[in-house]
Structures are given as C-alpha cells and as structure tokens.
C-alpha cells in the first residue's frame, strides 16, 4: 500500500464518494482509481484532478503523493512535513475498514465466541481484509 492509496481510502468514506463515484466526478476512468486504490502512483495530472474532487481535504493527498515519489532508501534521509496534520504511515487493515464494516466484523467474532465452529468463516474474513 502506499501512503497515496491509503489517504485515498480514508478520504473516500468520509466525504461518502465510493470510487465509481470519483471516476465521475474526475472523468478518469474506473480501473485506473482502482490501480491507485491498490498502490500504483498517480501521476500529476490525474492527482490533481482527485485532489480538487476532494475540496479542501483533498490538500491531504498532495503529501503521501510526493511522499511515495521518493525512493526507499532516501525515506529515512528526506523528512516531508504537512502544515496539517498527517498520518506518517499508512493505515492497517482495521483502520481501513469503514464503521459498518468493523461493526459486522464485531458481530462475528462475538457469534465464533458463541459458536466456535464459525471460525473458518472468520478466518476468511479477516484474509480478504488484509
């Protein structure tokens, strides 16, 4: 995941945009939010455009964008500020999830704590959130 992606992720729910959504709102095309989505840098262009569909929060994309521009060995050398504040590193699984999300991964543990022969099926839910 890069930082890009994951400040995408939190930006998306919050303003209640789903990614079919910002395609529209960006007139870029559906599979290449999804590529960002999964970590491929934008370029400038198109971060741009996602930025402005944003409003003023989408300033908080500007900075994991150039951010993931520089090179793994230089991160620890190069320190990259926000005049708001920022997350440093990406969110994990759980943060990811939107509140109606967690709320059902909530409810199914409680039921594999009832019923421990659900615990397959929670194993596959935490996978496929990972």
Not at 74 to 95: F, H, L, Q
Request: glycine share 4%; net charge neutral; proline share 9%.
């Amino acid at each position: 995941m890069s930082f890009f992606s994951a400040a995408l992720d939190r930006l998306l729910p919050e303003h209640d945009m789903s990614p079919a959504d910002l395609a529209r709102k960006t007139d870029i095309p559906a599979n290449y939010i999804s590529r960002y989505r999964a970590g491929t840098r934008a370029e400038p262009e198109p971060l741009e455009k996602i930025a402005r569909a944003f409003g003023d929060d989408g300033a908080e994309l500007s900075w994991p964008g150039l951010r993931d521009s520089v090179p793994d060995s230089y991160r620890t050398r190069i320190s990259i500020t926000a005049t708001r504040s920022v997350r440093e590193e990406p969110p994990n699984p759980w943060e990811r999830l939107s509140a109606g999300e967690r709320k059902v991964f909530e409810q199914l543990v409680r039921r594999v704590q009832e019923n421990p022969k659900l615990l397959p099926l929670l194993q596959q839910v935490i996978t496929a959130t990972q």
